[in-house]
């Protein structure tokens, strides 16, 4: 069965540390896609990235990196010099073939980025 | 120019009341979605609909309806509101009918609270 996993349900650091959030996958199908999504306190939900099953090269964005790794199931979530506006939750997110090709949600993690 | 767009923001109301939440998507997407978000953060599809077919339809109860008059609106309409209702709703869009891997946008959430 799908399932993703975020077992950090809460992370708190210093601004300008780094920062890593984990993200462990379940799934069956060759063909899948992982995403993440960010939700300040505001409360929207915001789309950061979305990586295929077929493309393991690890992307940068800015202060933000994402790791995906299939022989571990992993698609870890790398935040460099954390600031105060990166405190969020960040949700971990699998679409494959199975499940009507809906997203299959992790619970995610809540960071805290003190100044 | 909002992407996806949901009213009313705050939704107060009474235990018994019927209330509707109405969502709006000018992306040209094909495929819209209702999400309950708990207190806890969990995130939980309910509907989703497809060039105005309903696809997905989770274990809700049938207190919720939800209606796509084109596939631009998706409406949610609840009946004798309980409190466990009480959670933010949020309503989103993707594109490409039966395209496996499209990243979800979603609006800013209806945040509904039973009195």
């Known amino acids: 069965a799908q399932k993703v996993t975020q077992a950090q349900t809460e992370i708190s650091v210093v601004e300008k540390e780094d920062v890593t959030l984990d993200c462990v996958y379940e799934?069956?199908?060759?063909?899948?896609?992982l995403f993440w999504y960010k939700q300040p306190p505001s409360g929207e939900l915001v789309f950061l990235i979305r990586?295929?099953?077929?493309d393991e090269q690890n992307e940068i964005s800015g202060r933000y990196s994402w790791n995906f790794q299939k022989s571990t199931s992993s698609f870890n979530f790398t935040i460099t010099a954390s600031q105060v506006v990166d405190s969020a939750v960040y949700f971990c997110?699998?679409?494959?073939?199975?499940?009507?090709?809906?997203?299959?949600w992790g619970l995610g993690t809540s960071l805290a980025v003190n100044p | 120019d909002t992407a996806v767009s949901q009213t009313p923001k705050y939704l107060v109301t009474q235990m018994g009341n019927d209330k509707s939440i109405k969502c709006e998507q000018n992306?040209?997407?094909?495929?819209m979605y209702w999400y309950k978000q708990d207190s806890k953060k969990f995130l939980k599809i309910m509907f989703s609909?497809?060039?105005?077919?309903?696809?997905i339809n989770e274990t809700v109860p049938n207190r919720f309806s939800p209606k796509s008059p084109d596939k631009a609106h998706l409406n949610l309409h609840i009946n004798s509101l309980e409190l466990g209702d009480s959670a933010v709703y949020f309503c989103?869009?993707?594109?490409?009918?039966?395209?496996?891997?499209?990243?979800?946008?979603f609006g800013d959430g209806t945040r509904l609270s039973i009195l």
């Open positions: 989103a869009s993707s594109q490409g009918t039966g395209r496996l891997g499209q990243p979800q946008h």
């Open positions: 992306l040209g997407h094909d495929t």
């Open positions: 609909y497809n060039n105005k077919e309903l696809i």
């Open positions: 799934t069956r199908d060759t063909t899948y896609y």
């Open positions: 990586r295929n099953s077929f």
């Open positions: 997110a699998l679409s494959d073939a199975g499940n009507n090709r809906k997203l299959i």
